[in-house]
């Protein structure tokens, strides 16, 4: 934690700028805690004994790293910033809460892995409560070379920005978006990306319409697809079994039907699995099967949007 309890003045102390070692309380439970400070760390506490219910510890560097920028840059601002400020009503503690007299932002930096269940409780409890809140994403959550489960879960929507995603790179002390997302079988996912020093400028940014339009998939790319659909089927996993073994109870054949249902362009970013099997299993009445293929994504409305999908193969 970046602040702690003085028991003398009754007043929270930075860690950066404490200068004792006694007297110091943690703002949730009033235990002791000690203050961790050197060349190569950013100054914070941690408590004697890890038995405190409201703040965990282990908490990485990098992400007191990024709560110290979202600190620092909303200082700049008229209203109160403040970090870790405990929340009673919500149960509930955001990295960094600013407050002016109509506005309320909760910021979450998450650096380390959340289930989905966990995000939809924290979401929820800020927006029932009247908080603006806004989910920035660190290292670990880094698209590479596909999109996974535990970033698809962030994902969300913005009519000036597509499908995207916020990031904090504390090495070079910059905040990213990664805006209109897509993705295609067999292909790794584009988007485009915005970086700033400034917060205030990445939500001005973000306001301000951009050049969105669907990713098309060129003849190479289709070639390299229908190569990597032909191996899955070469050396078939239990989820190509399974494929075929629908298509057997329906006397369909997956050799044939399998490329007819690759897409001919990029897609919002939705399948966990492949689209071109979403699409084969509705067209062959397993919905609920189909359903595994998408990810959970508590920010998207996903049902209008899959449902012009299917209406252009079915």
């Known amino acids: 934690m970046l602040y702690a309890l003085d028991l003398h003045t009754n007043q929270l102390v930075a860690a950066n700028q404490a200068t004792s070692q006694k007297n110091l309380l943690c703002p949730g439970c009033h235990s002791p805690v000690i203050l961790r400070k050197g060349a190569h760390k950013v100054a914070h506490f941690a408590h004697y004994r890890h038995s405190c219910h409201t703040f965990t510890e282990g908490e990485t560097q990098e992400h007191l790293q990024g709560k110290q920028l979202l600190v620092k840059q909303l200082q700049q601002w008229p209203g109160n910033t403040t970090v870790e400020a405990v929340l009673p009503q919500l149960s509930q503690r955001p990295d ?40 920035l994403l660190g290292r670990r959550y880094q698209i590479k070379h596909k999109l996974t489960a535990q970033i698809a879960q962030f994902i969300r ?18 905040f ?45 790319q289709r070639r390299r697809q229908l190569y990597q659909l032909e191996r899955t089927w070469r050396c078939p996993s239990r989820h190509v079994r399974k494929l075929q073994n629908l298509c057997y109870q329906r006397q369909q054949n997956l050799l044939r039907l399998g490329p007819e249902f690759l897409a001919t362009e990029y897609e919002p970013p939705f399948f966990a699995g492949w689209s071109y099997a979403w699409r084969l299993q509705r067209y062959l009445g397993a919905e609920e099967v189909a359903q595994r293929e998408l990810y959970q994504q508590p920010f998207i409305k996903q049902k209008e949007i899959l449902e012009k999908i299917i209406d252009k193969w079915m």
Not at 202 to 214: C, D, G, N, R, T
């Open 96 to 135: 960094v809460l600013y407050q002016d007299q109509d506005y309320r932002l909760a910021l979450e930096y998450q650096c380390s892995p959340l289930a989905t269940k966990r995000l939809i409780q924290r979401s929820r409890g800020y927006h029932q409560h009247g908080f603006q809140y806004c989910w």
């Open 157 to 174: 929507w913005h009519q000036h920005l597509g499908y995207y995603l916020l990031y904090i790179e504390v090495g070079r002390a910059q």
């Open 176 to 220: 990213e978006v990664l805006y209109n997302i897509q993705m295609a079988d067999f292909l790794p996912p584009r988007y485009f990306c915005y970086r700033t020093s400034a917060f205030e400028q990445l939500q001005q940014f973000m306001h301000e319409p951009q050049e969105l339009f669907v990713f098309p998939i060129t003849p190479e």
